[in-house]
Nanobody, 121 residues
Framework: VQLVESGGGSVQAEGSLRLSCVVSGYASSRYCMGWFRQAPGKEREAVAVIYTGGGSTYYADSVKGRFTISRDNAKNTVYLRLRSLKPEDTAMYYC????????????????WGQGTQVTVS
């Protein structure tokens, strides 16, 4: 099982980015997928989660209304659209996957990507 992120970069405040996470080794549709982030000196946080089935979502309050998570099961890919970026969004963003809707939000997800850096100035 592999999760490979891409799409990070450096942007100015109020800019936008789209992060992608390509999943290999299993059908991503069977798993809850999400994005975590961690900034230097801060705890990691679950930013967004998309669940299996109907595709309901969860967003951290700090990103609600600005970030959008989506999935394309045919491409085994999960996306995170980041809009109206703020300097406090600067962090390493990790794609995660877990079969449990509880674990992916409240514990440590089973699978992690290598991360992609987002820097907002």
């Amino acid at each position: 099982v592999q999760l490979v992120e891409s799409g990070g970069g450096s942007v100015q405040a109020e800019g936008s980015l789209r992060l992608s996470c390509v999943v290999s080794g299993y059908a991503s549709s069977r798993y809850c997928m999400g994005w975590f982030r961690q900034a230097p000196g801060k705890e990691r946080e679950a930013v967004a989660v998309i669940y299996t089935g109907g595709g309901s979502t969860y967003y951290a309050d700090s990103v609600k209304g600005r970030f959008t998570i989506s999935r394309d099961n045919a491409k085994n890919t999960v996306y995170l659209r980041l809009r109206s970026l703020k300097p406090e969004d600067t962090a390493m963003y990790y794609c995660v996957a877990d079969p449990s809707p509880y674990t992916i939000r409240f514990a440590s997800p089973r699978y992690w990507g290598q991360g992609t850096q987002v820097t907002v100035s």
